[in-house]
């Protein structure tokens, strides 16, 4: 077959990988369709082919054409409503091939907004761009995915509990770690002598609110505190009292009740691990509470937030937590 005999509109789209201004307009279409809710300009823009991919975030978005149309049209109300912007888009195409890939920032009603991504693979069917594959995720951090790391803080303190010996007995009891909030930066503000005195004051506090609340200091390395009583009522009345002490430091509260080995003077086992991992999720100025201390909590007295399952890296499974508030 000679030269002659190539369609002219195929030749067209044979020359290589390059940016693609014609699929980038189709896109931004097919976005000003999708805020419309003008569905059929929306189902144009796909292919008909029974080989149409849609994946979305949810465990059971792999949807072919039919089950995404669908889904489309169910959810539609939800799709249409707020605002959207193009926060970057990339466009190529490689002769019948070519691939979108944009950041939108979508703007709900209540004033919530977040991020979100879109590829589209488009090849060209009878002389026209037609969507085959579509990818819509909303980008997350690995610390969401995979739990958060603990700080050095919280590092440092687990490291230096000790294996039990022969003597070690278990009890139950609920655990409290405190950690400063951005205390490198703090420290290097201050200087050496003002920081050691700041933190050197903030533990006494926090000691004598532990003692006061029948509590026990287990240790304090760094900037953090490890802290243990033997009710599930003394380890949050002492951490709410902490929150709320005045305090020029900001910190970040876990507390985690089960088994604990004793062990001379310290303690250890899973529920100090998992006590540590609650406390590197809490934001700064937060007190995280694990469900299993949630639930054994004297009924009126402590108010609690929504339940929040996380995953808490090192440790199996997912884990529900709560924000005492």
């Known amino acids: 077959?000679?030269?002659?005999?190539?369609?002219?509109?195929?030749?067209?789209?044979?020359?290589?990988?390059?940016?693609?201004?014609?699929?980038?307009?189709?896109?931004?279409?097919?976005?000003?369709?999708?805020?419309?809710?003008?569905?059929?300009?929306?189902?144009?823009?796909y292919s008909s082919s029974e080989h149409f991919t849609a994946i979305g975030t949810a465990v059971e978005d792999w949807l072919g054409a039919e089950g995404f149309l669908e889904v489309v049209q169910e959810d539609w109300e939800t799709l249409q409503i707020g605002t959207e912007k193009v926060r970057r888009l990339e466009a190529f195409e490689n002769g019948e091939t070519g691939w979108v890939a944009m950041e939108g920032e979508r703007t709900t009603p209540t004033g919530h907004s977040f991020l979100y991504r879109l590829t589209i693979v488009f090849t060209m069917e009878e002389g026209v761009w037609k969507a085959i594959q579509t990818h819509y995720s909303v980008p997350v951090e690995d610390v969401i995915v995979q739990g958060p790391e603990l700080t050095q803080t919280l590092t440092d303190l687990l490291g230096t509990v000790e294996p039990p010996s022969d003597g070690s007995t278990a009890r139950t009891a609920t655990v409290l770690f405190t950690?400063?909030?951005?205390?490198?930066?703090?420290?290097?503000?201050?200087?050496?002598?003002?920081?050691?005195?700041?933190?050197?004051?903030?533990?006494?506090?926090?000691?004598?609110?532990?003692?006061?609340?029948?509590?026990?200091?287990?240790?304090?390395?760094?900037?953090?505190?490890?802290?243990?009583?033997?009710?599930?009522?003394?380890?949050?009345?002492?951490?709410?009292?902490?929150?709320?002490?005045?305090?020029?430091?900001?910190?970040?509260?876990?507390?985690?009740?089960?088994?604990?080995?004793?062990?001379?003077?310290?303690?250890?086992?899973?529920?100090?691990a998992k006590a540590a991992r609650i406390t590197a999720a809490a934001d700064g100025g937060q007190v995280l509470v694990s469900s299993a201390t949630a639930s054994l909590a004297a009924t009126g007295e402590f108010a609690f937030g929504p339940p929040v399952t996380l995953e808490l890296k090192g440790l199996a499974g997912t884990h529900v937590v709560h924000q005492l508030n």
């Open 1 to 45: 077959m000679g030269r002659s005999d190539l369609d002219p509109a195929r030749l067209a789209y044979s020359v290589g990988m390059r940016p693609s201004p014609e699929l980038e307009a189709i896109t931004r279409r097919y976005l000003a369709a999708r805020a419309a809710a003008n569905f059929a300009q929306v189902r144009g823009t």
């Open 179 to 272: 950690d400063v909030v951005g205390s490198t930066a703090l420290a290097e503000e201050l200087g050496d002598l003002a920081w050691s005195t700041a933190i050197g004051e903030h533990f006494n506090r926090l000691a004598e609110i532990v003692r006061e609340h029948h509590g026990t200091v287990v240790k304090t390395l760094g900037d953090g505190g490890m802290y243990v009583f033997d009710s599930v009522g003394s380890g949050l009345r002492a951490a709410a009292a902490i929150h709320e002490s005045p305090d020029d430091l900001e910190l970040r509260l876990g507390v985690h009740t089960g088994d604990l080995v004793a062990a001379g003077d310290d303690v250890l086992g899973a529920t100090v």
